[in-house]
């Protein structure tokens, strides 16, 4: 009985926890925005800045397409010209396949040099990305 009961409330306790918006955060450690379980992206101050759908395609407060994550990690903005990728590792590319960032395993956010520009924990390493480095958001 008493390990049923444990289970239940360690299902419970990750379930919670995966229905909640996950905090995006600058390197101060202060809030930037929020990226919710849905792919409803908001700013600091809670207003729906856009969207990521479970597909790829990304969109703005209006509605309007303004990017798609291929399957294949490739970013493309909304004119489809592409504009960057997303590689397995958390490595961030350009579309002149420049290195310009990565998103570690932990959610830190890293630039080209290594430096921490910021934190996405709990989030998928393709959103943090299109949020923090190919400026839809």
């Given at each position: 009985m008493?390990?049923?009961?444990?289970?239940m409330m360690v299902l419970s306790a990750f379930l919670s926890v995966g229905a909640t918006a996950q905090t995006v955060r600058?390197?101060?450690n202060a809030t930037i925005g929020k990226i919710e379980t849905n792919g409803t992206v908001r700013n600091s101050s809670n207003a729906m800045i856009g969207r990521i759908e479970s597909n790829?395609?990304?969109?703005n407060s209006s509605n309007a397409m303004i990017g798609r994550i291929e399957s294949d990690g490739?970013?493309?903005n909304g004119s489809n010209a592409m504009i960057g990728?997303?590689?397995r590792d958390g490595t961030v590319r350009n579309g002149s396949?420049?290195?310009?960032?990565?998103?570690?395993?932990d959610g830190t956010v890293?630039?080209?040099s290594n430096a921490t520009i910021g934190y996405a924990r709990g989030i998928k390493k393709e959103w943090?990305?299109?949020f923090f480095f190919f400026g839809m958001f």
């Open positions: 008493r390990r049923k009961l444990f289970l600058n390197a101060s790829g395609t990304v969109r490739t970013v493309r990728r997303i590689e396949n420049a290195m310009i960032g990565r998103v570690e395993s890293r630039n080209s943090a990305a299109v």
